[in-house]
């Protein structure tokens, strides 16, 4: 599951650092996803946004069963 999960990342992560950001994986608790946004994308006011419409939906389409993904 966490190679999947990473593997989601990696298709967002281009997105992110064209605008001076990152995202790591922080943990996997049963279906919740943990992600850490860094650089520009830590402090971002669209942040929430990209959360919802970018991370979280790359992840549950690779991974159906995961149910939700924050940010730590």
Request: hydrophobic share 45%; net charge positive; glycine share 10%.
């Amino acid at each position: 599951m966490k190679e999947k999960i990473e593997q989601a990342l990696e298709t967002i992560r281009p997105a992110l650092q064209a605008d001076g950001g990152d995202i790591q994986l922080v943990a996997i608790e049963g279906d919740l996803v943990k992600v850490r946004l860094t650089g520009a994308c830590g402090g971002c006011p669209m942040s929430s946004m990209t959360m919802t419409q970018g991370v979280e939906k790359a992840i549950k389409k690779v991974v159906p069963e995961i149910k939700r993904v924050v940010a730590v």
